[in-house]
Nanobody, 126 residues
Framework: QVQLVESGGGLVQAGGSLRLSCAAS????????MGWFRQAPGKEREFVAA????????RYADSVKGRFTISRDNAKNTLYLQMSSLEPEDTAVYYC???????????????????WGQGTQVTVSS
């Protein structure tokens, strides 16, 4: 079992920045690929970013590429999502997730992830 707790969400104006954190406990954090997903009201959950176990490879949704950066600190058991140039369309509940995937290409499908956090709300005002 892996327990995940997100933090760092809030209300920000368009063009602003936020950094989300996801603290992991339970099994070895470094043994999991990690991802960020989001769900806006009335929409399906969608992939945002993912990172492999070592942190050496990342992958992003086209909608956030160049604006968001995913990173991890395996010594601190923590995953991050640095979000810049935020847009109202980024408003959603953001979830972190852990996957047992061991390959080099970070997984983007939510069915690849076994453990999920409770989510943190990000609201971007125009």
């Amino acid at each position: 079992q892996v327990q995940l707790v997100e933090s760092g969400g809030g209300l920000v104006q368009a063009g602003g920045s936020l950094r989300l954190s996801c603290a992991a406990s339970g099994r070895t954090f470094s043994g999991y690929a990690m991802g960020w997903f989001r769900q806006a009201p009335g929409k399906e959950r969608e992939f945002v970013a993912a990172i492999i176990r070592s942190g050496s490879n990342t992958r992003y949704a086209d909608s956030v590429k160049g604006r968001f950066t995913i990173s991890r600190d395996n010594a601190k058991n923590t995953l991050y999502l640095q979000m810049s140039s935020l847009e109202p369309e980024d408003t959603a509940v953001y979830y972190c997730a852990a996957s047992p995937y061991i390959g080099y290409i970070p997984p983007t499908l939510d069915r690849s992830y076994d453990y999920w956090g409770q989510g943190t709300q990000v609201t971007v005002s125009s």
